[in-house]
């Protein structure tokens, strides 16, 4: 079974609205979370690495104004898009870091913004 | 930088057929080198991996070896099975392990396996 679940699997939402997306562990905490998106055919790319209780470190060229990641507890990271545009449409993907040495990954969220 | 190329799909096989899926990837330093697979409403798993030049990762059937004079990491199968339709993605992190260090991943490849 799922070690690590993401809310909402689809989400459909208006041009200049904000949506957020949950990550959860389930079964164990996780200090380090990860938050990735993926484009039609094109790979996974690293958007920000979310520690509990700091601020997230975001890869170059993601603005963090605009994808707001919250990792307040132990298991549950949150990736808010701000006013989202048509060209925030994407696969989210987020992944937790286990004991160390083990990533689990979520099953993904799909947004479509319109 | 970092980058990983694999083929693209879908690829569609018969049952039993023989699978190979390529992964080429450019790295400086010695990278890790992993395979994922996601099957359908499932998140990301790790299927296996590598990390030293000549190793062989392997489970489940799968078998992957890396190859430093070819920067490869092509995934193979000798008899693929229907449970085996997946998207499976290439990956490569410039640590030990999958874990602190950022994992740099190929575009995926879905297969496909008609019974």
């Known amino acids: 079974g799922a070690v690590v679940s993401q809310h909402p699997s689809w989400v459909i939402c208006k041009s200049g609205t904000s949506v957020k997306i949950e990550c959860r562990s389930l079964?164990?905490?996780?200090?380090?979370m990860f938050w990735y998106r993926q484009f039609p055919k094109q790979s996974l790319m690293l958007m920000a690495t979310s520690n509990e209780g700091s601020k997230a470190t975001y890869e170059q060229g993601v603005e963090k104004d605009k994808f707001l990641i919250n990792h307040a507890s132990l298991t549950l990271s949150t990736l808010t898009v701000t006013s989202a545009h048509p060209e925030d449409s994407s696969f989210y993907i987020c992944?937790?870091?286990?004991?160390?040495?083990?990533?689990?990954f979520g099953e993904g969220s799909w947004l479509t913004v319109v | 930088g970092n980058s990983v190329t694999q083929m693209e799909g879908p690829v569609t096989l018969s049952e039993e057929a023989f699978l190979t899926i390529n992964c080429t990837y450019t790295a400086t330093g010695y990278p890790s080198l992993f395979w994922y697979v996601q099957y359908p409403g499932e998140g990301l798993q790790l299927l296996l991996k590598a990390t030293k030049a000549d190793d062989k990762g392997s489970n489940k059937g799968f078998e992957a070896t890396y190859r430093k004079e070819t920067t490869s990491f092509h995934l193979e199968k000798g008899s693929v099975q229907v449970s085996d339709s997946a998207v499976y993605f290439c990956a490569l992190s410039d640590g030990t392990d999958s874990s602190a260090s950022k994992i740099i991943f190929g575009s995926g490849t879905r297969l496909s396996i008609r019974p």
């Open positions: 992944s937790a870091l286990w004991s160390g040495n083990t990533i689990y």
């Open positions: 079964d164990f905490q996780a200090t380090t």
